[in-house]
């Protein structure tokens, strides 16, 4: 068996569920939207990180906050199911596209499933 066979075998047999997790880094100003793109399309909830800081091409961004929360960058982060990702991603594409960010889409494995449908 491949490996990729074992950790999917490991994860079930402990009794974990496989999910989708985005992680999405946008100015203050944009973070609002993204929210409501979440909420728009089934995620049950969001964790939100004011004053992340990070190098990228943009340049350098401190992470503490100089004026109000819309002059700092800020990280949300959700978990969904498989089937509700397709959708997700055709809300967040645009926000991107029409300032800075970046977004990161990775397979999660979560104890509590029925906390994420």
């Known amino acids: 068996m491949d490996t990729m066979g074992n950790t999917l075998e490991t994860m079930e047999t402990a009794g974990l569920s496989r999910m989708t997790k ?5 100015e203050g100003a944009d973070s609002h939207s993204v929210r409501e793109v979440f909420r728009a399309n ?21 992470g503490r ?7 700092t960058l800020e990280l949300l982060i959700t978990v969904v199911p498989e089937e509700r990702i397709e959708s997700l ?5 645009p ?8 977004m990161f889409v ?9 906390y994420f449908e």
């Open 22 to 26: 985005v992680e999405i880094v946008v």
């Open 42 to 62: 089934g995620a049950s909830g969001f964790t939100s990180l004011s004053g992340v800081s990070g190098l990228g091409h943009g340049g350098y961004h401190q």
């Open 65 to 71: 906050l100089i004026f109000n929360e819309q002059a």
């Open 89 to 93: 991603m055709a809300g967040l594409r």
């Open 95 to 102: 926000i991107l596209e029409s300032s800075s960010g970046v």
């Open 106 to 114: 990775t397979e999660t494995w979560v104890s509590r499933p029925e």
